[in-house]
Nanobody, 126 residues
């Protein structure tokens, strides 16, 4: 059974850092592209970052460029989202998603992904 489980969300002060993890099971991670999305209260779910199955293609939402990085450790079946210099506008539930892929495509919309985690809450507040 394919599963994705996010962790690492927390309450953090502005300027702080968090590392989110997306632990996967039930499939070979190196055959899947992964996306990180977030949904703030009352807003639509937006892509934050994505990484291709081969890891060579990466995308970031403009507002997080230079602050967030994405990485994958296929041996550990885990994808990470490192978030630095957090601001209140980053407050949201963060989700990871997976779709089968064999190459270097990075997918940027919800409809591109078939499998989702349950989400982890990130709150940036003083």
């Amino acid at each position: 059974q394919l599963q994705l489980v996010e962790s690492g969300g927390s309450l953090v002060q502005p300027g702080g850092s968090l590392r989110l993890s997306c632990a996967t099971s039930g499939f070979a991670l190196d055959s899947y592209a992964i996306g990180w999305f977030r949904q703030a209260a009352g807003k639509e779910r937006d892509v934050v970052s994505c990484i291709s199955a081969r890891g060579g293609s990466i995308h970031f939402l403009d507002s997080v460029k230079g602050r967030f990085t994405i990485s994958r450790d296929d041996a550990k079946n885990t994808v990470y989202l490192q978030m630095n210099s957090l601001i209140p506008e980053d407050t949201a539930v963060y989700y990871c998603a997976a779709r089968s892929s064999s190459g270097y495509m990075c997918y940027r919309t919800q409809d591109d992904y078939a499998f989702w985690g349950q989400g982890t809450q990130v709150t940036v507040s003083s």
